[in-house]
């Protein structure tokens, strides 16, 4: 009798599982049952807020045009991750983490943070932060409450497989490492040399995330860094004179790309039951700013030291956000959020995304027989 009621409670739990659009019943349905990002600060939705000794965006004017404020997200107002979650049809942006608590996690969990890196050392000289080796590990509890609500290991998985996962890792370990003397990466590596150590690292970490469940994985590369005010400010004898960027930088970060493609080519050829996508932010944030509609592509919105990334605390931003590409010294304004967003979930042009864009990757069906392979030519 009780192992057959168990039956009955296993058999409807799988029935809300495979109809979870009709737990939203009344609301929007979202394509997909969750979403779980994985990143630095162009993704952090507050976790910093919860540490200590931590770089925070928790003050006016970050937030600006936020509904609930200053958030601890780096912009005015929405991030990336942000305008994914709305496209992706999700009513409201995905729980932060925080240092666990966070209730609402069948949605999935935002485990970004300021700072973070693939490597532990990456950011560890601007405070607390979540690693991509601590986000991980707190996606490892998410996983087990999941499993715990669902009744099995088994049906979380298969829930789990539905999902869509962003990576958006790497940014902080050059800007808040291999560029920075004092973390003294560069004095050990040749560019070529630091990509291929990132990548070997990165790649453990994806593997892990696949263990843990995930199929559907869009790993972001990296944007132009050497276009960030900041980094135009500090470093202005080397500003190239049309592109207006540091393109040094910009050259480092596109060996750590072009290994990232490799890379996600050899896991798909691995794992064939799973996607792992790129997603070309080196060309999503490309030079072309002036014909997306933004006037200032280079100077941030609202006030910073000069050099450096911080908005002024309560100081007053520039009036039109819109106008603008960076909100403070190294992160984009909602306005551009939305433009990279809208490329990543949906591409433009067929160097955006490889193989698929995260609209694509929403739709498959995925089985064990076929294997992605990414078309380099393609890119
Ligand atoms: C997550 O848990 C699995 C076992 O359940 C373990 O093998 C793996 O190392 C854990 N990952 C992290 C990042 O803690
Ligand atoms: C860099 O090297 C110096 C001298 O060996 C050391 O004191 C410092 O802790 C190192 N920096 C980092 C971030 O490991
Ligand atoms: C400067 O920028 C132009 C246009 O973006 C490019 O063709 C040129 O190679 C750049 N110079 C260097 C040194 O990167
Ligand atoms: C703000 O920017 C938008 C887009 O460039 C433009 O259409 C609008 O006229 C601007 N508004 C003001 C008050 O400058």
């Given at each position: 009798m009780e192992s057959g009621l168990k039956a009955l409670w296993v058999l409807s739990v799988v029935l809300l599982v495979s109809n979870w659009q009709h737990w939203t019943y009344g609301k929007r349905v979202p394509q997909v049952p969750c979403y779980f990002v994985f990143g630095d600060s162009l993704f952090d939705n507050g976790n910093n807020n919860y540490l200590d000794k931590a770089a925070k965006?928790?003050?006016?004017?970050?937030?600006?045009?936020?509904?609930?404020?200053?958030?601890?997200?780096?912009?005015n107002g929405l991030n990336i991750a942000d305008t994914i979650a709305e496209q992706l049809g999700f009513d409201s942006y995905i729980t932060e983490f925080g240092v666990g608590g966070?209730?609402?996690?069948l949605d999935g969990v935002n485990y970004g943070s300021s700072g973070a890196g693939i490597l532990d050392s990456s950011g560890s000289l601007t405070g607390e932060i979540f690693t991509m080796d601590a986000q991980l590990f707190n996606h490892n509890i998410t996983v087990s409450r999941i499993a715990k609500i669902l009744g099995s290991e088994e049906v979380a998985r298969k829930y789990l497989s539905q999902c869509i996962y962003v990576s958006d890792m790497g940014h902080n370990d050059y800007l808040n490492n291999y560029f920075k003397e004092e973390y003294n990466s560069s004095k050990q590596y040749t560019p070529e040399e630091y990509a291929q150590h990132l990548i070997e690292i990165y790649e453990t970490q994806l593997e892990k995330l696949y263990c843990s469940g995930a199929r559907k994985i869009a790993v972001f590369g990296l944007i132009?860094?050497?276009?960030?005010p900041h980094i135009i400010q500090n470093h202005h004898n080397d500003v190239n004179a049309s592109s207006l960027c540091v393109e040094k930088f910009n050259s480092d970060v596109q060996f750590f790309n072009a290994e990232l493609l490799k890379l996600l080519n050899r896991l798909n050829t691995k794992h064939s039951d799973a996607v792992f996508t790129y997603i070309n932010s080196y060309e999503i944030d490309s030079d072309d700013q002036t014909n997306t509609g933004?006037?200032?592509?280079?100077?941030?919105?609202c006030q910073v030291e000069s050099g450096s990334v911080p908005c002024k605390s309560l100081s007053a931003p520039c009036s039109n956000r819109s106008d603008y590409v960076y909100w403070d010294g190294a992160h984009f304004t909602e306005a551009k959020a939305w433009a990279f967003g809208k490329r990543a979930y949906k591409r433009q042009s067929p160097k955006d995304a490889c193989p698929y864009d995260i609209s694509e990757l929403v739709k498959l069906k995925l089985d064990d027989s076929d294997a992605y392979n990414i078309n380099h030519a393609q890119l």
């Open positions: 965006a928790n003050y006016l004017p970050y937030g600006i045009d936020f509904d609930t404020g200053a958030s601890g997200r780096c912009s966070c209730t609402n996690f132009r860094v050497g276009c960030m933004f006037t200032y592509t280079r100077e941030s919105c």
